[in-house]
């Protein structure tokens, strides 16, 4: 008879709009546990409030414990700066990492130490596909050989806000929709690394960070934020438009972010997995 697949223990980097959507949706599986949550303010109120009502069982620490049994996967979601602060000493101690923040590797240092931390860690670090689909088809695309790629991201102006757009247009006046930058996926990230993880994963998926073509918009004449991709190559064209959510509590993230968090969890504890 077969063994039941054990529990798999989860440290969760990160209890803003992200981390907490996640723990509302893996909350009622028996198969995943979250047995620490890792934050700068682990004291937080909105922290004990979130693992009182999400994940009673888990731990509010501001890092991993060295000396204390590693947990079967980290999963960041807490933007760029978490990639230095706790991924790559995961990776180092050979604890698989999936990683929300793509937008902190076009920083090619900083994705070749990640590289080689999981490379000396004998670990594993995995970008999720995040606010869009059809990554795993250009993923595969670009085995067949891909002539051409270009991201194209439309946000409400709020969505803008805080960003270096509000230094050269009046985002609140905008009448309808302003082009805010056209260049690589890697300066796209680069200006806007709060906006364009998205950008970045396209890029690491297909033709890279400089080779695949970036244009952002401040529209305001859309309500959720509009992602398309359009690909050629060997493999035939690609046209994907989504236009999705923002998250109520941070319109800068998509909801469908949370939720591709959510099903790469999720599915290690499915018998069959998409």
């Given at each position: 008879?077969?063994?039941?697949k054990?529990?798999?223990?989860?440290?969760?980097?990160?209890?803003?709009?992200?981390?907490a959507?996640?723990?509302?949706?893996?909350?009622?599986?028996?198969?995943?546990?979250?047995?620490q949550?890792l934050?700068?303010?682990?004291?937080?109120?909105?922290?004990?409030?979130?693992l009182?009502?999400?994940?009673?069982?888990?731990r509010?620490?501001?890092?991993?414990?060295?000396?204390?049994?590693?947990?079967?996967?980290?999963?960041?979601?807490?933007?760029h700066?978490?990639i230095?602060?706790?991924?790559?000493?995961?990776?180092?101690?050979?604890?698989?990492?999936?990683?929300v923040?793509?937008?902190?590797l076009?920083?090619?240092?900083?994705?070749?130490?990640?590289?080689?931390?999981?490379?000396?860690?004998?670990?594993?670090?995995?970008?999720?596909s995040?606010?869009?689909?059809?990554?795993?088809a250009?993923?595969?695309?670009?085995?067949g050989?891909?002539e051409?790629?270009?991201?194209?991201?439309?946000?409400?102006?709020?969505?803008?806000?805080?960003?270096?757009?509000?230094q050269d247009?009046?985002?609140?006046?905008?009448?309808?929709?302003?082009?805010?930058?056209?260049?690589?996926?890697?300066?796209?990230?680069?200006?806007?690394?709060?906006?364009?993880?998205?950008?970045?994963?396209?890029a690491?998926?297909?033709?890279?960070l400089?080779?695949v073509?970036v244009?952002?918009?401040?529209?305001?004449?859309?309500?959720?934020?509009?992602?398309?991709?359009?690909?050629?190559g060997?493999?035939?064209?690609?046209?994907?438009?989504?236009?999705?959510?923002?998250?109520?509590?941070?319109?800068?993230?998509?909801?469908?972010?949370?939720?591709?968090?959510?099903?790469?969890?999720?599915?290690?504890?499915?018998?069959?997995?998409?």
């Open positions: 008879m077969a063994r039941p054990p529990m798999l223990d989860i440290a969760l980097v990160g209890c803003g709009a992200i981390g959507g996640v723990l509302e949706l893996i909350a009622a599986d028996p198969a995943l546990r979250v047995g949550v934050t700068h303010a682990p004291d937080a109120p909105r922290v004990r409030d979130a009182a009502r999400l994940a009673p069982q888990a509010s620490l501001r890092a991993l414990a060295p000396d204390a049994p590693a947990p079967d996967l980290l999963v960041e979601c807490a933007g700066a978490a230095e602060q706790h991924v790559l000493p995961a990776l180092e101690r050979g604890i698989d990492c999936l990683i923040s793509a937008g902190a076009t920083d090619t240092v900083m994705l070749e130490r990640v590289e080689a931390a999981a490379r000396r860690g004998g670990a594993q670090a995995r970008l999720l995040g606010a869009v689909g059809a990554i795993d250009l993923a595969a695309a670009r085995l050989g891909l051409h790629v270009r991201y194209t991201g439309r946000k409400p102006p709020r969505a803008w806000q805080g960003t270096a757009a509000e247009w009046d985002l609140s006046a905008l009448q309808q929709a302003q082009l805010i930058f056209s260049g690589s996926a890697r300066e796209a990230a680069r200006r806007f690394p709060k906006n364009a993880n998205v950008a970045a994963t396209v690491l998926a297909s033709l890279g400089d080779r073509q244009q952002l918009y401040a529209d305001p004449a859309i309500s959720g934020n509009l992602h398309r991709i359009d690909a050629r060997g493999f035939g064209e690609l046209s994907l438009s989504l236009q999705g959510r923002p998250l109520a509590s941070n319109p800068k993230t998509s909801a469908l972010t949370v939720y591709s968090v959510a099903r790469a969890l999720l599915n290690h504890a499915q018998a069959i997995a998409i």
